[in-house]
Nanobody, 127 residues
């Protein structure tokens, strides 16, 4: 079992920064895949960024150049550094994991490929 716990959300003005963290105290295999998804009220869930055990990253076009996903190894937390935040980044952000890494084989971020989801952390960006 993998239990995911997010932290670091909050309220910030446009142009500001936040760093989200995700602890995964359960077991992650050597070939994991982890990502951040977000969902705003009335909108569809959106994949934000993804990282695999080799450090290969994938980003949504909407956050490229502003967000950075990182995770040093299977034991360390997953991070999402968010800079130059915009009001449209306002959403609940979810940490997700695939302990065996298959979810990173697809070209895009597909929510159904991830077995484990955190409870979410709210990010609110005011104009």
């Amino acid at each position: 079992q993998v239990h995911l716990v997010e932290s670091g959300g909050g309220s910030v003005q446009a142009g500001g920064s936040l760093r989200l963290s995700c602890e995964a105290p359960g077991y992650l295999g050597s070939y994991f895949c982890m990502a951040w998804f977000r969902q705003a009220p009335g909108k569809e869930r959106e994949g934000v960024a993804r990282i695999d055990s080799d450090g290969v990253t994938t980003y949504a076009d909407s956050v490229k150049g502003r967000f950075t996903i990182s995770k040093a190894n299977a034991k360390t937390p997953l991070y999402l550094q968010m800079n130059s935040l915009k009001p449209e980044d306002t959403a609940m952000y979810y940490c997700v994991a695939d302990p065996v890494g298959g979810a990173c084989a697809s070209q895009t971020l597909v929510a159904s490929y991830f077995n484990y989801w955190g409870q979410g952390t709210q990010v609110t960006v005011s104009s």
